[in-house]
């Protein structure tokens, strides 16, 4: 196997900025005991627990009360062993003992109206008393089961899923460009420390895992073996480097993306296993550069970056009628051709004839 050591002493003396307040994967994780994270489903649309329990101890309630004021309306059809005339009190006593099935037997209905009354009416309501009691109660105890097969169902179907570690500023815009792109929601699982992160995620109806990304027991968590694309959007560089070494080490095949803020880092990288480095803070200041020389190149490169607006860049198949054609009689504006694993630039004499194999890179006009 191979040792990482000196790579991640070397990440260790990174230079990367201080750790914010915020999503990351530095700040402080909530561990579980064996050092993993929770998994974190979308929250379902159910009506929440103590709502729930509210709800029913109202209709109770309202059962308790109706029975009650049946008695009462047939006061003169039940017997007290007391020798008393039943007043409400005794009637609620009554209501109260016979739905919960006590029945001590000290009043009884003994007119063969009060007893029809108890057919059709008072032993319905017992029934859905006991309903609600026992559904209540099964509910509570089943609740746990559920997440657990919830989570088993899951994990079952994950397959070619999308992992992005960090929900900060990063994460969450990769993963708006991945749903606007057509990534289904269930096929996006989001690993943070943060609990609010986490809860954004979920917010947006992502599955979340909380814990320390840099362990692989979290990734594992997050099925990161079998996923087919990983983002890293961590806000430290070393973090980075870490994270992308365990996703590496645990699957071989994926398309790794990270992002670093410092440009010396990317070298570092690309020897963890990142597929593609992109550095936030030298594009934001190529970006501002070119804004200030040309606010209009600056206005272009924003639409092209935000998606579902504007411009858009993307990469699609070579359609058949445009095999074995120039890329500029394509309708759209060809940049690029991917040739098997090479990217061929629109210059490149290689790529003036398109092959049904290949991928081209165009900026299209979105339909929004």
């Not at 209905?109 to 008072?122: E, H, K």
């Not at 991945?178 to 109806?205: E, M, R």
Request: proline share 5%.
């Amino acid at each position: 196997m191979t040792d990482h050591r000196p790579r991640t002493g070397r990440a260790a003396r990174l230079r990367s900025p201080r750790s914010r307040t915020g999503s990351g994967t530095e700040a402080a994780t909530v561990p579980e005991p064996d050092g993993g994270g929770h998994v974190l489903l979308p929250v379902e649309a159910t009506v929440a627990p103590l709502r729930q329990v509210a709800r029913r101890l109202a209709v109770a309630a309202v059962v308790l009360v109706a029975t009650a004021f049946i008695v009462y309306a047939d006061r003169d059809g039940y017997h007290d062993n007391a020798g008393h005339p039943l007043g409400l009190l005794d009637a609620f006593y009554y209501a109260t003992v016979t739905l919960s099935t006590t029945g001590y037997g000290d009043i009884v209905p003994y007119s063969a109206g009060a007893r029809l009354a108890n057919i059709l009416l008072v032993t319905p309501l017992r029934v859905l008393f006991l309903i609600i009691l026992v559904g209540t109660t099964l509910e509570v105890l089943t609740e746990r089961t559920r997440r657990q097969l919830r989570i088993r169902r899951w994990r079952s179907r994950m397959r070619e899923h999308t992992v992005i570690v960090g929900y900060g500023s990063k994460g969450r815009h990769a993963a708006r460009t991945l749903l606007g792109q057509g990534v289904p929601k269930d096929l996006i699982v989001t690993v943070d420390p943060q609990p609010k992160a986490v809860d954004a995620a979920n917010s947006d109806g992502l599955t979340a895992v909380l814990g320390d990304a840099t362990r692989s027991e979290t990734l594992l968590r997050a099925e990161l073996p079998r996923a087919a694309r990983v983002v890293v959007a961590t806000q430290r560089d070393d973090t980075a480097v870490l994270v992308t070494l365990s996703a590496r080490q645990l699957n071989k095949r994926a398309t790794i993306v990270a992002a670093v803020r410092e440009e010396e880092n990317v070298p570092l990288l690309r020897q963890s296993g990142a597929t593609v480095v992109v550095t936030s803070s030298s594009s934001a200041g190529r970006l501002l550069g070119m804004s200030m020389m040309s606010p209009h190149v600056g206005a272009v490169l924003e639409d092209l970056l935000t998606h579902g607006e504007g411009l858009e860049v993307r990469e699609r198949p070579v359609t058949r009628s445009e095999s074995g054609r120039s890329p500029r009689a394509c309708a759209d504006l060809v940049v690029a051709v991917v040739r098997g694993n090479r990217l061929l630039g629109f210059n490149d004499p290689e790529a003036e004839t398109l092959q049904l194999t290949d991928r081209v890179i165009t900026i299209t006009q979105t339909g929004g």
